[in-house]
Nanobody, 114 residues
């Protein structure tokens, strides 16, 4: 059974940083592309970043240069380092495959506010 457990969210002031973690229970993790998504209040869930099995990554334009996705294939973990956070980054953050194939985890809430 595929399972995602996200953690690391919290309340942070604009300009601050957070590091999100996602523990992934899935077969063949090391050959799967993994992604982070977020959902702001009253909005659709949106793609944030993805990490291919090797080095390649992709980001939505609004987070480029501020967010870094990484993964540890030995631990089945995906991370999202978020720097220079802005109020518009507020939302619940989730991990999944880029195609959103699997059931969603509970997510981790990020609130950027002064």
């Amino acid at each position: 059974q595929v399972q995602f457990v996200e953690s690391g969210g919290g309340l942070v002031q604009p300009g601050g940083s957070l590091r999100l973690s996602c523990e992934v229970s899935i077969s063949h993790f090391n050959i799967r592309t993994m992604a982070w998504f977020r959902q702001a209040p009253g909005k659709e869930r949106e793609f944030v970043a993805e990490a291919m099995p090797q080095i390649s990554t992709n980001y939505r334009d609004s987070v480029k240069g501020r967010f870094t996705i990484s993964r540890d294939n030995a631990k089945n973990m995906v991370y999202l380092q978020m720097n220079d956070l802005k109020p518009e980054d507020t939302g619940v953050y989730y991990c999944n495959s880029p195609a959103q194939t699997f059931p969603w985890g509970q997510g981790t809430q990020v609130i950027v506010s002064s």
